[in-house]
Nanobody, 114 residues
């Protein structure tokens, strides 16, 4: 599966952004999709993920501010990010776990100014 992330940009602290991840094929059979991020000098970390049955979980730092969702018919996964802070600045990557391996999109840059 190929993943194409979009929606990143430059925003001010407190503002919102919505990231989108377009999959090249059907996502109905993918058991786990999510968003990860990597800030400069830091390891890649989990932001949010959604399971095949629709349940979700979030990284501690974004819980309550970010929401992951999907549209199976459109083959899309979204990340709604609210109350952004400069600490959210990172490259955000769409991820799918399918056929026993991780699949990654190219990343989209989110920059939050103070």
């Amino acid at each position: 599966v190929q993943l194409q992330a979009s929606g990143g940009g430059l925003v001010q602290a407190g503002e919102s952004l919505r990231l989108s991840c377009a999959a090249s094929g059907s996502i109905s059979s993918i058991n786990l999709m999510g968003w990860y991020r990597q800030a400069p000098g830091k390891q890649r970390e989990l932001v949010a993920r959604i399971y095949g049955g629709g349940s979700t979980d979030y990284g501690n730092s974004v819980e309550g501010r970010f929401t992951i969702s999907r549209d199976i018919a459109k083959k899309m996964v979204y990340l709604q990010m609210n109350s952004l802070t400069p600490e959210d600045t990172a490259i955000y990557y769409c991820n799918a776990y399918w056929w026993g391996r991780d699949w990654w999109g190219q990343g989209t840059l989110v920059t939050v100014s103070s």
